[in-house]
Structure formats: C-alpha cells, structure tokens
C-alpha cells in the first residue's frame, strides 16, 4: 500500500491551499450528504424509537440495538453471511485466479471469445441471473430434473434447504467470475517484464513463476476484488429474495440480514427496529471490511 | 380530517420530526351514527373526475370498461402495484409518503383488519353504502367488517373445492372422495396406481392452511379490540396438522410450492391428481393449462363430519375506498356500481371472477351454464354449494399480512421436510404472540 | 478454461433456447433445446405489447435511470477525483477520509435508511428517489483520484496556469480529455450498478410506470408464479429477460478497451 494516491499529493509544496479545489469537489458533497450522510444521521434517529399498532410511537433509546444483539433472527442472518463468504469468496476469488493465469499464459486458443464469454454474466441483473438459474434449478423439470430424468442419478434439488446456499452461492459466483478475472488478468498484464525475465534467468518454470512472481505482484488486485466480494455477501438480498417464492420453506424472511431488515420495515411495521438493524448490518460490513484490510497489510509487511 | 394518519411503517417516520401533528385526536372514529351521504355519491358521479384503481388481478379490466361506458364523464385508471403483500405495501408507502395514493384497491380478506384497524380504509358506513349488505354472502360481509365498521364491498370469495383429475381417478378407479378419510384411501390407490401424488402442499401458503383448520371448526385467531388470543392447539386445528403430517409422512402428498412452472407442470400431466383450493380457481387453470380442455372435473372439498359438512374460504377479496383518495364521493360511487349492478357482475363472472353476490349465485343462467373446459360440468352449481356451507365465526388477526408472510419460516420446514407440523403451528403461534405484544397488544 | 466458458455461457443459451419457445413448449419441450414452433418473434411482441406496452416503459425508465444516474455521478466523480488529486483545499483530508470510508458501507443497507428520509421528505415514489442515490459513488471517486494522480501531468496543468486560463477553463481543455479512459471505466461500473439496482427501486416506488426492468421483471415472475393472472406470462417473464441483457452486452462490446484499460489502472494502483 505504499503509492496511496492521496498522499502522492502531498509533499508538493508549491501548491497553494485555495479554494478552487473545493468548488470542484462541492458536486460529490452534496451528493454524499444527500444519498449518504442524511439518510444515516436520520435512520440513526429514528432507530431510537419504537412503533406500536397500538399506542404508536415512543422513544427507547439503544433498545432497539440491544435487542437486535440478541435477536436470534438476526444473528442468524449474519452468521449465514459470514459463512457465505467465507467459503463463496475464496471459491470464486480461486477460480477467477486460475482463469486469469491460464489467461495471461497465452496457451489457449480463442482468448478474445474465453475473456468475454466467462465476463458476459457480469452483464446480467441479478433479478434475472436470479430468475433464471430459478427454472434451472428447478428439480421436476427444470435443467436439474431433466438431468435426473435422462441419466438416473439423483442430484439433490439445489432448492432444498440444505442445498440452497449453494445454490445461491452458484448464482453469485456465475455472476462475478468473469468480473473478478478481468480485474485480476489486468493487473497480470501490468507486472513489468524484468520480473519475468529475472525468473527466467533463475531457471523458473511456468507454475514457479506463477507462485513466486505472479501471485505476490497481484496481491493488491487480489485486495480489491476480496474487498468487494466480503461487502457484496453482506449485501445479499437479490438472489435469495427472487428464488424465495420457489422455496419459501429454505429461505426464511430473515435469511439475510438485508431481507430481514425489509421484512422487518415493509411487512411487519417495524421501521425503526428495520433502521437498527439496517445501522448495525452496515458497521458490521465496515468492521470486517478494516480487519480483512489490516490482517492482508501485516501479511504483506512480513 | 382525511390526512392518513396511520401509525404504521413509515408514516410514523413522520412524527420524529412533526411530533405535534401526530396521535393526536380521534376525529376520524367520531362519526358514531352513519350518515348518509348517497347525495354526495350521486352529485360526483353526475361531475364525473379521475379515479385511480389497484389491482392485480386481470379479472375486472372489463367491468370497469363497462362502467366508463356508462360514465363517461369518470375515468378509471387500472393499475397493478403488486400483488397481495407487496401491493399493502405500497399502499403503505404511498399513504405515508402522501403521494400517489390510489382511491380504491382490491384487499384481501385477511388482510382487512391490519389496513382498517391502521386507518387506511374508509368506512362504506359513512356513504350509506352498508344497507347493501343483503346484496352478499354473510360471510363474505362480515370479512369486510371490522371493529363495527365495513370497510368496503365484498367481491369475490373462495369456498374450498376439490379439482381432480378425471382421467387419472378413472384410471385409478376411485370415484370423488366426500370426506377426509376417503381421501386418503383414494391418495393410497392413486399411489398405487400410477405413482401419481394426490395433491401437494405449499410450504409458503398460509392461507391454505389456515382454510383448512377453518373448515375442521379450529378457531386459532380470536379478536376483541386490543386484545388478541392465539391458540393452535384446538380440537380443529389438531386434527388438521395431524391429518396432513401423515399424508406427508407416507408420502401421499408432496411438499411444492404452488403456482411455480413445475407445480403447473404437475397439475396439467397428472402427477398431481388433485388440486384442493378456493372457487376462484376455476378461470386460473382453465387459463393456464389450456392444453387440458377436457381433463379436470370440480368436485365439493371433503368434509369431517358427513353428516354436518361444513367448508371455510381459502382467499377472496373486496374491493376498498382508500383514505387519502381526492374524490372519495366518486370513488363509492364507482365502488357501489361495480359491485352490484348487473353489467359489472356479468362482465366479472365472464372472466372468470366468483362472485360474492348473492344474485348471480342464485342466478339460474350462472348455475346451469356448462363448462366446456371441465368436460361440460355444471361446476358452477358446485361451487355455489360450497359458498352456502361456509362455517362462521372465522376471524382474522389485526396482523394477518404480517403472520401469513412468516408463515413459511416455522411452518414451511415441517411441511418441507416431513416433521410433525403442529409442531411448526406451535412455533408460528408463539412467534405470532411476541409479535402482538411487541406491537401492544394484549395477548392472550 | 473451456469448462469456465461453458459454465458461464450455458445458463445465457439456456435463456435463449427458451426465450424462443411458446408456452406450452416451455411446459413440454427439453430445457437445451429448441421447442416445436419458433416463437422468439411472437415472444417479443407478445413482451413489448404486454399490458399496453408496460415492458417498454419500464426499460425506457432503466435507460433514464442508468444514464443520469451513471452520466452525473460520473461527472461528480470526476470532478471530486480531480479535485483531490490536484488541488489542496480546507477540510481535504476529512473528506476524504469519510469518503473513501464510506466504500465499505453496503449500498443495500443504506436502502432503508434512505426510503425512510426520503418518505420524510415525501419524494418516495418519484424518479428523483431513484437518481439521486445513483450519483453517490465513493468507489467511483476513488477511481477518479487515481486515475487523476497518474494520468494528468503537472507540466501540463502548470503550462495552462501560466497562460491564464481558469481553473474551469484548464479543467475542460487539459484535464479531461487525459481522464477520458478513467471516465468510461467508471461510467461503466456506474452504468453497471444503476442498471442492475433492485432493492432500492423496489422499496422506493409503488407506481408500475416508474419502474425498472428489474422490478418489473420479478413482478411479473411473482404474478406467474402466484397465479393471479388468467394468462401465465413464462414467454413473457423469460423473452423479457433476455431483452434486458443486451443493452447491456452491447455496450460492454462496444467499450470493451476502455474497461480494459480500466480496470487495469484501477486494480494495480493501490
């Protein structure tokens, strides 16, 4: 993390502190004030009071957050999400790897087709991927049935409630595969030659330089992509909220900590506790986040 | 006077910052004694203006067509903000946001007591539309009511049938069952026969359930004021939960979503032989397997007790005038029209709609017409049968919507994954009693 | 690799293959290959004619979305990116602290939040509770800054200084034409994201018209699969889905070198 962009700024002293830069900037702030900042300064308002069918309105200060630390539903919520990244995000990062390696080696025929054909889901809204894979999934006759059906084996539906993280993993992953490859392919393309050629000089072979060339000089690429992977778990929602109506009985109102935040604001008139959860779901994200980024700086350091 | 001021969701939001305009009075709930403004009915329809209707359904686009034709001065405006759930929340938000608000919505049932008892409905009282009662099925009227108050004119309803499968029956060699123990012998000798489930169970649908415990004489909900009692442990109930945790247990019925592509799949090739579901049935599947001409036959639901055979409603709605409507005059009158006068029901009857109108079920042409699509029935008269044995004192939670939307998180797995599912009915009541609580009101 | 493509491609054929079939082929005919009749025609018109045409008002409503929204935030980035790169201004560090900050916070867990202020406000259920959102993008800035760090070189900006013109002047004429490659990577994830978005559109609007694809495309699969219309719509719900997804690859085509080059610059410059 040594050339941060901001502080490449500094050190140069002959410019002078005015105001121009801010007139630049103002646009941003006030878009984050208004799609950002106020939005959370009022949901944190909010999120102090507590609404009744019956007697309306009142204040109970941190009630709402306490409760939501011990609401079974909700911790359930995040630890299927923790577990959802911790075995999804290693699996498409690995994946995504591989691809971008087998890439960069240039031993493949058709590489322009390969790129674009594993990037193309990225095009897709996850309403429809969700939608789709849905038939797909389908274990009377969708896809899986009549895989079933014309080979007599007995793939489990992935709609069962065993199976359907998977299931939901598998969307996600199909999703940002290509996504995540071309990030990392890119910066392959960018690791200057001498590193290579100082391999080569060294005697390495092709899967050598790939663990003791490549692989080091992704690291910050593998950063940003890890980064943005943790923070989409947490977001989930789309997938399992589409897939919800064909399999009611494996994905509860509260599979994620974002359905149970919509359920608990626009089903079971709970706005304020919904705006409690919705807080603490955020700063939970934001903690992983900072503890992913300091533990993957000490492992650089070292 | 007319400003929502609904506790819910985010309208409440609204009062963090305007405390002063919020829970204060009860000017809404003053009018004790209805009045009678047909007079303001008949001036708006005579002026005429936009009205605005939500629906999901496509069964009234032509009764509202027919009523312009008889109003041209009104247009009404169809729109589809969704269906069941996701449309009460957005009447939510837009009541709230006090914007866009509809004048009327089609509302469930079940859903009625959680919008009237939040003030989102107006009282048909007030209009001197309730001397109409006489006009609908008792049970159908008194699902519209809550609190002393109609909130609305009924529209259509569901009385449970039994849609079966002719060709599979004939083949199994079983005639229609007439009670729940009947059907499962017919369940076994389908199995039997052609490998063939008689029916699934939608692990998502509350309302199914609830139909059925309402139909075994269970009564888990009941409702006085602010007080609410939750039960599932009554006789009815039991005897439900027990029935169908051995059907699923021997794998006579299968656990499946309903209404997916695969569930249709089942129904149109017989692998379902039947189909256990409200009146308004009819036209969704003779619209959707439209290969099938010929195929299904509708038979009365069995009953528990052939001697007193009782059914329950499985669905069914009316259609409300919304707080907040701009021309809530015009919107009655619209409502009072479509309701009763004999264009519009012939016109909804035509798509496929099951009338809560006593004068088209009693309507000679309406019971004798022959269905071509379930091999020439009468079906009609079936379901108009049904409707007359409908058992009363069901009643409603003030927070159904909530209660059936989490209905497949404690239910939907013991249906799922074959477990005793009065086990799941244990959970679901003890979740539905920490949620009134936490709304405040008195549990029992 | 092969197999990757496959993976990836396969469920995109599957849409296809389907897309082109009629109702009851859907319900008859293998899922991999092509029904009895060729219906991919009729399927779009049925789709596009489909309750007055509401399939075309709600891709109409995406485009207008994805292209203010994207357009302005990345204008508001680029401008933001530039300003933090080249300039040295009161509050500077704060800001960006905060900013680069608020990457991490879930955009879906600011939905709630922001439907509750919005309902405050009472702009729930307009087109503005749908853009204004859109034209936040913290990682769009971050992008912008660095792409504002390396690709401008001070020589030039100087040179512009000194011969007078104004900071708004330099910007148009100098600054902007070198971030050209940054600005269409990050219209792109912009693009990407506002064309995508569902949660928020879902909770925030109620009036069909205003909605997105993406609503309306799960709408309409909830009334096929709940029944409540008299015709069940598959052709409709898949045929539409796939009509969503080629704008979407032909842009990509299109700009293919530009997020190329991107992507690189915005990956390696940590």
Known sequence: MSAVPWETARGRPRRRRDWTGLIFFTPFLLVFVMGIVAPLVYASGLSLYRDQLIGGRSFVGLGNYLDALTDPRFLEGVSRVGLFLAVQVPVMIGLALLAALILDSGRIRAMRFMRIGVFMPYAVPSVVAALMWGFIYGDQFGLVGQFNAATGAALPGPLTPDWVLIAIGNVVTWQFLGYNMLILYAALRSIPEELYEAAAIDGAGEARIAWSVKIPALKPALWVATLFSIIGSFQLFNEPHVLQSLAPASISTYYTPNMYAYQLAFNANQVTYSAAVAILLGAVTVVVAYVAQWMTARGTRR | ?444 | ?270
């Open chain 3, 1 to 270: 690799m092969g197999l990757m493509v496959l993976y990836t491609l396969l469920p995109l054929y599957w849409l296809t293959v389907n897309a082109t079939k009629t109702n009851g082929d859907l319900f008859r005919s293998n899922g991999l290959w092509f029904g009895g009749e060729f219906a991919l025609w009729d399927n779009i018109v049925a789709t596009v004619t489909y309750q007055d045409g509401i399939y075309l008002t709600w891709l109409l409503n995406t485009a207008l979305y994805s292209v203010v929204g994207a357009v302005g935030a990345t204008l508001i980035c680029t401008f933001g990116g530039y300003a933090l790169a080249r300039f040295d201004f009161p509050g500077k560090r704060m800001a960006r602290a905060v900013v680069f900050g608020a990457i991490t916070i879930p955009t879906t867990a600011l939905a709630v939040p922001t439907f509750l202020l919005f309902a405050e406000l009472g702009i729930t259920d307009t087109r503005a509770a749908i853009i204004i959102p859109a034209l936040v993008s913290p990682f769009g800035l971050y992008l912008m800054t660095v792409f504002a760090t390396d690709a401008i070189p001070d020589s030039l900006l100087e040179a512009a200084t000194i011969d007078g013109a104004s900071a708004w002047t330099t910007f148009w004429s100098v600054a902007f034409r070198l971030l050209m490659p940054g600005f269409a990577t990050v219209l792109l994830f912009n693009l990407v994201s506002t064309w995508n978005n569902y949660f928020l559109p879902l909770i925030m609007l109620s009036d069909p018209t205003l909605y997105p694809l993406t609503v309306g495309l799960h709408q309409l699969n909830n009334q096929v699969t709940t029944g409540a219309n008299l015709e069940p719509v598959y052709n409709v719900v898949l045929t539409g889905s796939l009509l969503a997804i080629v704008p979407l690859i032909i842009s990509f085509l299109f700009l293919q070198r530009y997020w190329q080059s991107g992507l690189a610059a915005g990956s390696v410059k940590q």
């Open chain 2, 1 to 444: 006077m007319r400003s929502p001021r609904t506790t819910l969701t985010a309208a409440a939001a609204g009062c963090v910052l305007l405390l002063a305009g919020c829970g204060s009075g009860d000017d809404a709930d003053a009018p004790a004694e209805s009045v009678d403004r047909s007079a303001d009915i008949e001036a708006a329809l005579e002026e005429g203006g936009d009205l605005v209707l939500w629906t999901w359904s496509t069964k009234f686009d032509r009764a509202v067509e027919a009523f312009e034709a008889e109003h041209p001065q009104v247009d009404v405006e169809i729109v589809n903000a969704g269906q069941s759930a996701d449309q009460y929340t957005a009447l939510q938000n837009a009541i709230s946001a006090g914007e866009n608000i509809p004048d009327l919505a089609m509302i469930e049932y079940f859903a009625l007591p959680q919008l009237a008892l939040s003030e989102q409905l107006e009282s048909v009282n007030d209009w001197g539309l309730d001397t109409l009662e006489e006009e609908f099925t008792a049970s159908s009227w008194s699902q519209m009511s809550y609190g002393g108050g109609t909130y609305g004119l009924p529209n259509n309803t569901g009385p449970l049938i039994l849609v079966y499968n002719q060709e599979v029956f004939d083949s199994a060699g079983i005639e229609p069952p007439t009670t729940w123990e009947e059907y499962a012998e017919a369940a076994e000798r389908i199995k039997e026969d052609s490998g063939a489930h008689i029916t699934s169970i939608d692990p998502g649908d509350a309302g199914g359930v609830n139909s059925r415990i309402w139909q075994a004489g269970g009564r888990p909900y009941q409702v006085d004021g602010e007080s609410v009692a939750i039960d599932f442990s009554d006789e009815g109930t039991l005897r439900v939960s027990e029935y169908w945790s051995d059907m699923l247990a021997d794998d006579l019925v299968v656990s499946q979503p309903g209404w997916t592509d695969e569930w249709w799949r089942g129904l149109g090739d017989g692998t379902l032989a039947t189909w256990i579901t409200g009146a308004w049935a009819l036209g969704n599947i003779s619209g959707t397997l439209t290969d099938n001409v010929g195929d299904f036959r509708i038979a009365p639901i069995p009953v528990w007790d052939a001697d007193a055979p009782e059914n329950a409603e499985n669905g069914g709605s009316g259609f409300s005038v919304i707080r907040g409507s701009e021309n809530p005059a015009l919107a009655m009158g619209f409502l009072e029209w479509f309701s009763t006068h004999e264009s519009s029901l012939e016109a909804q009857v035509a798509d496929g709609n099951f009338p809560a109108q006593n004068t088209t079920l009693q309507d000679p042409a309406y019971l004798d017409e022959e269905l071509d699509y379930f091999g020439g029935q009468q079906a009609h008269r079936v379901l108009a049968e049904a409707s007359d044995q409908v058992a009363e004192g069901w009643e409603y939670l003030p927070y159904q919507v909530y209660a059936n939307s989490v209905f497949g998180d404690s239910v939907g797995p013991r249906i799922a994954a074959p477990g005793p599912v009065q086990e799941g009915l244990e959970e679901w009541g003890a979740d539905l009693r920490s949620y009134g609580e936490r709304q405040g009101f008195d549990v029992d």
